[in-house]
């Protein structure tokens, strides 16, 4: 809720968390109202007699609760088919009469809107995605529209190939000059930089030219260093650029586990480009079904960049795909040495006879060496189309 | 936080998020301490000048910061080698004068505990692996010391086979036996159901004997239905078996995309007892590399019975494992047929010549879906090894 607020320019003062007791409610609503000018609240809705906030909100602005037909109507189609209408069910559709009631698109709890000298408190429901369904559709709008608040955009911009504190000293003289009504975000995540610009004033025009002014100076500093004009997973983008291009895709996971798989097939549609991976977590498996060399590993060790560029090359080839991306490392905690330390691992894309390669280091954790060695094999992968 | 002082008999009574602004503060200690018993306050004690907890805690005290040589030096030993030492850290070490200082073995912001009419407010740092280090090693026990709170136990047990309603049913006569001071929690989770039961008394050795009487009679009823009576990830329980029994592992996944060994990898040492695993997205993998027969996959389809025994052997057999899991289904949203419909999975667990099936069926999204197809084949795969 904070964070769509404040893209609407409303800044949240407090965040008060309380038990479902008539007497906390009614002080804690008294000072939320006394201090600012908007109260949400959420939750208390249901029909059971722990939820006491829809009466205990009529009692503090001295009003009472009616039956309303049009809730009524709302909650036997939200409920429809899925439980049985009983006594319960019906208290949904009771709404405190001095208020405007919002109906819930999701749930059987309505969102009740009151307003007290130009102060408003709306009553949602709990039940996060009902929350969020109430916000977006109706809570948020109608706050804009009362309290006129200023127009906030926001874009946000995935680049690749700096640590934050190189890409920082490059930006800065544009930074520096950043018009007052720009604000610029530095995001990172395990190998990936999201920036976000948010641009804030009266005029959606004036906030979208100004945006689009310093869009065009990032893109000049940076180039196509920027991935992604939009903050979406890395796996949608490659997915989008495989598609567009008609191409397939295999993995070859040694340290990353199947985990590069398991993202290119969270996106629904996946099959359309990936046919399959193997995961060659033993050295056997890397000879048998990859067809890396006996000698490679001999010689390099499996943790190396001739063993990837043969995973590589031999996934493309049992999976019959376009392109590939090839992992071998030392996730940790253990196996490391001191040529090859814990978080030492070694990346390969392949695309027909091309390959590139990528030693990554730093040893940040187990978990998060696999997820930004899958961050590292997507970037080259996409790199390499382009 | 909450979480760990309710196990220790603490209730929480309000959770309130205000801005770094002494005023509030002010407001919000004084209505706390005037509320409760015990105030524990995060944040704010970071060397920038945005960070004022501690300086405003002393005004709400009437004390003064004072330099502490011992809290230099731990500023010193956390920060070695990391950062150059500058005024900045220097100021880490000014502590209030009249409280006890609690050294903070993971970071550089020391931990304040006042006490004032009977009542305790703790001003620890924000930093959520510095606030649970501190919590669990200093503030808990002095909490329970000072204020003799009740003996908390819990013990948790992993149920499978059972909807969650037919669970209730059948350990409603047990429940409702259970004496005033234990509670029962249902906590389900795809396919798997964590049972908690929560002990509470002044004596240790009466709770504990109390949690022994109803833990045997729970598992007189379910038996081997619980497969856990630790809260551990079900591929921590997997690879402990297969360690134990000293048995290799790989997977053919379909549906499931990498993602089971992704779930096996994650583990350290996995590699013990994960060879590797196919992910067989396309029917042509499933036959090139599964070696599943195309007359299969004609007669019956990629999601079958039949097609996950070939996937099963043929996985055994490729990766040169003692057992295997596979996966075929529709993870959705699309793809569903009348007989098929999105949600359908067939699993299938294998172990030497022993083969067990299993058709999940009911859709609750693709991840999810996804999720719980690889829980359910893990278990089959722990049911078979047992």
Redesign the interface.
């Known amino acids: 809720m904070g964070q769509e607020l404040n893209k609407i320019g409303i800044e949240v ?7 479902d007791r008539e007497e ?1 409610i009614m002080e804690a609503v008294d000072n939320a109202m006394k201090r600012v000018n908007i109260v949400l609240v959420t939750g208390g809705l249901g029909p059971t007699k722990d939820d006491i906030t829809k009466q205990t909100l009529c009692k503090y602005f001295h009003t009472e609760l009616i039956f309303s037909e049009e809730v009524f109507e709302n909650v036997k189609r939200v409920l429809a088919g899925k439980i049985p209408m009983n006594a319960l069910n019906k208290s949904q559709a009771m709404v405190p009469k001095d208020c405007t009631v919002i109906n819930n698109p999701v749930g059987s709890a309505s969102v009740s809107w009151f307003e007290k000298d130009n102060k408003v408190l709306v009553s949602m429901p709990g039940v996060p995605q009902e929350m969020t369904a109430v916000m977006t559709e109706s809570v948020l709008p109608k706050l804009r529209e009362k309290f006129q608040t200023d127009v906030i955009m926001h874009r946000t911009f995935l680049v690749q190939h700096y640590p934050e504190s190189i890409l920082a000293e490059k930006l800065e003289p544009w930074e520096t000059a950043l018009p007052e009504s720009i604000k610029l975000a530095y995001l990172p995540k395990l190998g990936i930089i999201r920036l976000r610009l948010t641009g804030r004033g009266q005029n959606k025009i004036e906030v979208e030219s100004a945006l689009n002014d310093e869009q065009a100076k990032l893109e000049a500093i940076l180039g196509d260093d920027i991935f992604s004009e939009e903050d979406i997973p890395l796996e949608v983008i490659v997915g989008e650029l495989l598609k567009k291009k008609n191409l397939t895709v295999s ?1 070859a ?1 040694s ?8 993202r ?3 996106i ?4 359309e480009y ?9 050295n ?2 890397k000879m ?2 990859l067809h890396v060399s006996p000698e490679t590993l001999e010689v390099y060790g499996a943790v190396s960049e001739q063993t990837v560029i043969e995973m590589v090359k031999g996934a493309m080839k ?3 795909t376009d392109c590939a991306v090839a992992t071998s490392g030392i ?4 196996g490391g040495t001191p040529e090859k330390p814990v978080g030492t691992v070694w990346i390969a894309a392949g695309y027909k006879n091309e390959i590139r390669t990528y030693r990554q280091e730093t040893n940040r954790g ?2 998060m060496n ?1 997820e930004r060695a899958g961050n590292n094999a997507l970037l080259i992968l996409r790199d390499l189309l382009k």
Do not use: Q
Not at 331 to 334: I, S
């Open positions: 003062l407090r965040i008060v968390s309380i038990r906390e993995t996971e340290c990353t586990g199947g985990s590069i798989a398991a290119l097939t969270s629904a549609g996946s099959s990936f046919n399959g991976g193997i995961v060659a977590y033993s056997e498996v048998n079904l049992a999976l019959k996730a940790g905690p253990g187990r978990a696999i």
